[in-house]
């Protein structure tokens, strides 16, 4: 679907609620009117309003909406409030149904609703912001509320120089087909892995001499990926052990390893996590069903997910989360549940619900037979959401990403009290993440809710070429972090 702008320039935030809307129909930004079916925003002064209007021609059906807005309580947030609702007034004209979100299209809703409560408000102020500005629908305002009261809550155990640190190990056994992160099968790229951790090992020592030279401390640890276990016992030893060496853990408050496959875990590998520190772990079945798991690239079983768990807790791990995907081809309404059900029945005290999302570089991208409708999929994620509920599970964070199913989110749950903070930390940009390894990204937080980003090698033999440059770039972190020393500006 073609857009036009005329009389501003918001082109990201009308983009982004374009492709949320109208998910099936290409993006297309054009710089001069056109005729046909598209969409035009266009902002005009009107006496003492500022007026924002949204026209769609689609399918021969002509529609619009309009927002007004008095020019003297102008603000570039305002001023693209009124775009996107102007612009949402007329897409909801031409949709079967209103979108879970409404006008909103960023990948972090609840950012409105923790920076409404950090200042004060309540949580029904923040339900009928959500309602009246932005047509949120009640049960997406429910999960957003209640995510933010969790970062409400993790944010008050932040002091002014704490941050998280995230070492990425971009390794998998193999290539999920709904899958586009940075990672190389071992299959492929294994005789990488063991440069990959000596260089890695390097990283971890020079990046906590760093760190140690600043007032700021690890307040959480997350290792992921890829997936992390792909390495051997003995490696995973070694680099926790690195970690610990280097890395003043003294205010850690919890220490994450995404195991992400049960077919990498054994009773070696976790017993050297937990002897290096690590106390929560992930494990990711996304399906408890055979046949789904085998079509898309999983080379293990539910029965070996149970198993898995299990060897965990002997490990004496005391924080378990478990992923699931709704929305894979060959799963239903009713598979879903099941697996929902299987996993509920180990006692997790995470569960995180994915919404299938089609990622650019991923295989099921390519070959899209067998996606399930949007309806199904939004019925699979909602019915989740009420039998986590009726567990005494809650939603602790939430996320949203492009081209994802129905539209909808990616929501992690939890038992009370056993949220994880890394996640909170890192998707509400409370503080500050260092980031080690292939692919990581370091997130400084500057005054005025500005957010730098440092970003590592992607792959790892570009990390492995150019790890000077790498270290360049973690002394560009540390001199924004001393530079920001007492300004702590969380939202």
Not at 183 to 199: C, H, N, V
Not at 448 to 477: C, Q, S, V
């Amino acid at each position: 679907m073609k857009l036009y702008l005329e009389g501003h320039g918001e082109r990201y935030a009308l983009e982004q609620l374009q492709m949320s809307l109208f998910p099936d129909e290409p993006m297309e930004y054009v710089e001069a009117p056109f005729t046909g079916d598209g969409a035009v925003s266009i902002l005009r002064r009107r006496g003492a309003f500022l007026e924002a209007e949204g026209r769609i021609r689609r399918r021969g059906r002509d529609v619009s909406g309009v927002c007004r807005l008095p020019a003297a309580e102008e603000t570039v947030p305002l001023r693209r409030r009124i775009l996107q609702q102007s612009y949402y007034l007329a897409a909801v004209q031409l949709l079967e149904r209103a979108p879970s979100w409404g006008a909103l299209a960023g990948v972090r809703p609840t950012k409105l609703t923790t920076r409404l409560l950090l200042a004060g408000g309540t949580p029904e102020e923040a339900d009928a912001m959500l309602r009246d500005v932005y047509y949120v629908t009640p049960s997406r305002r429910r999960l957003a509320v209640d995510a933010s009261r969790a970062t409400v809550e993790a944010a008050g155990l932040l002091a002014p120089t704490d941050l998280s640190l995230y070492v990425g190990i971009p390794f998998c056994p193999s290539r999920c087909r709904y899958c586009s992160f940075v990672s190389q099968s071992i299959e492929r790229q294994g005789a990488l892995l063991e440069p990959f951790l000596e260089t890695l090992l390097r990283e971890v020592a020079e990046a906590g001499r760093l760190l140690a030279e600043t007032p700021f401390r690890v307040r959480t640890v997350y290792i992921g990926g890829g997936t992390p276990t792909t390495l051997s016992a003995v490696q995973l030893a070694r680099l926790l052990d690195a970690i610990s060496s280097h890395f003043d853990l003294g205010r850690c408050l919890e220490y994450t390893v995404e195991a992400g496959r049960p077919d990498t875990l054994d009773r070696e590998k976790l017993e050297a996590l937990r002897r290096g520190g690590a106390d929560r772990i992930s494990i990711n079945p996304q399906t408890m069903r055979d046949e789904v798991l085998r079509r898309m690239g999983r080379r293990h079983t539910a029965a070996e997910t149970e198993a898995a768990f299990a060897a965990a807790r002997a490990a004496g791990f005391a924080a378990i989360n478990m992923d699931l995907i709704a929305g894979l081809p060959g799963d239903d309404e009713a598979g879903f549940a099941e697996s929902l059900a299987r996993c509920l029945a180990l006692g997790p005290e995470n569960v995180t619900v994915h919404t299938l999302a089609l990622k650019r570089g991923s295989d099921l991208n390519q070959d899209r037979s067998g996606l399930l409708p949007a309806e199904t999929v939004a019925a699979m994620v909602d019915g989740a959401g009420e039998r986590l509920r009726a567990a005494g599970l809650a939603p602790y964070y939430l996320y949203r990403q492009k081209y994802m199913s129905g539209s909808l989110e990616n929501v992690g749950w939890t038992r009370p009290g056993r949220a994880c903070r890394y996640n909170i930390y890192m998707m509400e940009e409370l503080h500050s993440i260092l980031s080690l390894g292939g692919g990581g990204v370091s997130k400084a937080n500057l005054p005025g809710g500005r957010i730098a980003r440092l970003h590592n090698p992607k792959y790892p033999r570009e990390y492995l070429d150019r790890f000077g440059e790498t270290m360049d770039r973690h002394e560009a972190f540390f001199r924004l972090l001393r530079e920001t020393e007492g300004t702590h500006e969380p939202i």
